[in-house]
């Protein structure tokens, strides 16, 4: 039998809705303008208009109460323009505090993917420079605190808005244990997982096209066999971060987490939401990382311009990757996900 991997009709519609707005809304030259902060609050004002920011948010709070797979395909919109503005940050946040000034946007929420440390500050949160509210770990509780945003951040590759917020200074609100965060911090890779897939997805047709416009020896570069064979493969690599961070997402729409998954390694079935979310992350990162590290090399000197848009993509293919931590820490999580602790197994 084989397996249809089309989007519903509902998903369509939300990718052609959202594809539009920001290839409308978020050219190039919105991107290039909000860097080097990372955001852009006229296009953050726009989303407030569609009620975007509180599509993940429980409908009983307001919300649009999204499935994670519609969100899923609207991060994958966002990545392919590379919009700045901290949306996927703010849809995690909003699942834990869906207070209304959240859920409509008027706020911007970010989400801290570390505990505090022992000083009460959670480091390089994810658009923490711009959020009114940060929901994070400190001393054993999951917390939303609300102070002011710095609307500065340090430099970084992929001009994301990052920064140290405190865990302790401004009003702070109990939301439960610390426990909690894990499968926020799941969500937030298959949503960046998704954006990531966007990135990969636009860097390979910028590939292509400009291999198809270039011309050497009186012939398009597109036609020498080198060039295409290193492009021939960037498909595969996309659309397998694209069935991940689907997977994931019908995962956790199925309730498919805290074990009630499958993990079967001798067959090579795994459905459980965690290892997924991991998988889907780091085969993202490193298809929009091949797929933009082929398609700047084959614009040939150009690539490397500031010009040129590739290097936007370049960037933030590496810099939204890591925001997380050490993809190889991440691997060994999945290992110990899917395999059990390696203290576990030593000696067997």
Known sequence: MALDFSLSADQEAIANTFGAFFARESPVDVVREAEPLGH???????????????????????????????????????????????LIEHWVASRACPAPEIVSGEQVAAIALRPANVDGTWRLVPGGAVADVVVGVDRGELVAVHSPPPMAAPSNHGSAPLADRSAREGERVVLGEASELDPLLDLWRVLTAAALVG?????????????????????????????????????????????????????????????????????????????????????AADAAAVSTDRSLHYHGGYGFSLEYDIQLYFRRARGWANIGGDPSGERRRLADLLWGPAEALAGR
């Open 40 to 86: 852009s609050p006229e296009l953050w004002a726009k989303l407030r208009s569609l009620e975007a920011p509180g599509m993940a948010a429980p409908d009983q709070a307001g919300g649009a109460g999204a499935s994670l797979g519609t969100l899923v395909v609207v991060a994958e919109a966002l990545g392919e323009a590379i919009a700045p503005v901290p």
């Open 199 to 283: 990135i990969a997805e636009r860097a390979m047709c910028m590939g292509v096209d400009y291999v198809l416009e270039r011309h050497q020896f009186g012939r398009p570069i597109g036609s020498f066999q080198a060039i295409q064979h290193g492009l021939a493969d960037l498909p595969a690599l996309v659309d397998g971060g694209r069935f991940l961070a689907h997977k994931a997402a019908w995962a956790f729409d199925e309730r498919l987490v805290d074990g009630a998954g499958v993990i079967d390694m001798g067959e090579g079935n795994v459905t459980e939401f965690a290892p997924l979310a991991a998988m889907a992350m780091l085969h």
